[in-house]
């Protein structure tokens, strides 16, 4: 099966995107993404095209994502967030020649910077697919499920951005594997998340018309407008980072949420008091997903008859899995180790970039960099990353174990720990907080008192800095790799 084929899985007079008051059935779905490959196909892209789409989450996205892969081209979604120097560089590296978008971007200055004199075309997403055009050819006889769809880069926390490259087979394979989601044609589900992030897109969206359901669209995440739409449109499914199910903990009221029978997280680890916080106040359980782009990206599913607190689930059927040590040796139960994993949904490798394919899918496994541990009945627990790990006197020193405590203490809003430089013991950790409005008489010392009774002394911060916001990833995870490098430039001040 092809990805423009989910377009056929619902009935066609079942509505499948509603944006924003405006209805698509699964027929008009598919009269409206035939049009922009007709027209993409009259513009000259042909089969295994790069074909990139900046835009915020449609209806039109929708179309044109679809358009382009039905053309046997690649779909290249780009974070309508990044600047003009990180567009450019992904349009270099993906050979992009035509980008759909949402707004005119002059990107001239930054990609002749980078040696790219490529013309871009920047053709306006909302009304590209507007006229007629000659019908386009099928698929070359030679394309199969195993082409390219799409690439997906990388947030780039540690580099450059890397393209996961995945095809047509790896998507649906992941559809097929997440069936425990289990949504059917009778749900609804919000696409809150933005569209160009490989979570959002394949359970709010592709897993929506794997289904048969209907997907209800919001371009960005406003309190408001999420929590009135949650109760107006009787959502039944929900897709969230962790931050946003603060948020609407904070802002909604019960009745609100009273639609919902599924609500899951990803995207960054859910703190447990999050989650907690949720559930005493709506009576849903918030379970995690887990995954990552270059899975397509659903590895593991906490299943929601059986959640268990603080852990990401069970990986999903038809995806072999390890917890290996650092020599490839399979670690005993309950022993942290990497999480690898083998299986259909597993990208094809990384876009012009071989040594880091080989790297990341050494032995044939995909190695996940996280650490995590399982228990007897398979569930698995996150630890933290490889690369967010502190030795600190030899003593490793996982700093989500110090941040999920750190979220328990009143007053706190987010957390972040990490390792700095340490000429007596290596690294050392360094606690960066928010605080929540209405949190008066906050003492920075109680907090490290709280964690001296709660920690072995070894993993307690030696520093702790109040800052007004956390800064973010293009994905939204707080970034890490920046708080280091301003703590290191700060005290060289």
């Not at 916001?469 to 290191?488: M, N, V």
Request: hydrophobic share 40%.
């Amino acid at each position: 099966m092809f990805v423009h084929e989910l377009a056929r899985k619902g009935a066609k007079d079942r509505v499948a995107i509603f944006d924003h008051g405006r209805a698509f059935t699964y027929g008009e779905f598919s009269k409206n993404y035939r049009k922009y490959r007709d027209r993409l196909y009259a513009d000259g892209v042909r089969a295994g095209d790069r074909v990139g789409i900046f835009s915020r989450n449609s209806a039109e996205f929708i179309f044109a994502y679809f358009g382009v892969v039905a053309l046997g081209a690649i779909a290249v979604p780009i974070n309508f967030q990044l600047k003009t120097r990180e567009i450019a560089y992904i349009i270099k590296d993906a050979g992009i020649k035509m980008l759909l978008t949402y707004e005119k971007i002059d990107l001239t200055d930054a990609l002749l910077a980078l040696g790219c004199d490529t013309e871009l075309k920047e053709p306006d997403i909302a009304t590209y697919g507007e006229g007629e055009f000659p019908e386009a050819p099928p698929l070359p006889i030679d394309f199969s499920e195993n082409n390219p769809a799409t690439i997906i880069y990388t947030s780039g926390t540690t580099g450059l951005p890397k393209g996961a490259v995945l095809s047509h087979f790896n998507l649906i394979s992941n559809l097929e594997q997440i069936t425990g989601l289990k949504t059917n044609s009778t749900h609804n589900v919000l696409c809150v998340l933005p569209m160009y992030h490989c979570f959002g897109w394949t359970c709010a969206v592709l897993n929506t018309f794997f289904s048969g359901a209907k997907v209800v669209i919001l371009d960005s995440f406003t309190p408001k407008e999420t929590i009135e739409t949650i109760r107006e449109e009787k959502i039944t499914d929900l897709y969230l980072v962790p931050s946003i199910c603060s948020l609407i903990t904070k802002l909604a009221k019960p009745e609100d949420m009273a639609s919902l029978r599924l609500v899951r997280s990803a995207g960054t680890a859910l703190p447990k008091k999050i989650a907690e916080d949720f559930t005493t106040k709506f009576g849903k359980i918030i379970s995690e997903v887990y995954g990552l782009s270059e899975a397509s990206p659903i590895v593991t599913i906490n299943p929601y008859d059986k959640t268990r607190e603080g852990s990401i689930g069970k990986v999903i059927p038809g995806l072999q899995w390890r917890i290996v040590d650092g020599e490839n040796h399979d670690v005993h139960e309950g022993e942290t180790g990497e999480l690898i994993v083998k299986g259909a949904n597993v990208m094809l490798g990384y876009w012009n970039l071989e040594d880091a394919t080989e790297e990341a899918l050494r032995g044939g496994w995909l190695h996940t960099n996280d650490v995590v541990r399982a228990d007897a009945d398979g569930y698995i627990y996150i630890v933290d990353r490889i690369k967010d790990m502190i030795i600190s006197m030899g003593e490793n020193i996982y700093p989500r174990e110090v941040e999920e405590l750190i979220y328990q203490y009143p007053g706190i809003y987010e957390a972040a720990v990490v390792g700095v430089y340490d000429k007596l013991r290596g690294q050392a950790g360094v606690c960066f907080y928010t605080l929540q409005n209405n949190a008066e008489n906050f003492n920075p010392r109680e907090l490290k008192k709280f964690l001296q009774e709660n920690l072995a002394l070894y993993k307690i911060p030696r520093e702790f800095y109040k800052l007004d916001k956390l800064p973010r990833t293009s994905t939204g995870k707080i970034a890490k790799r920046i708080l280091a490098a301003e703590y290191e430039e700060n005290k060289k001040k």
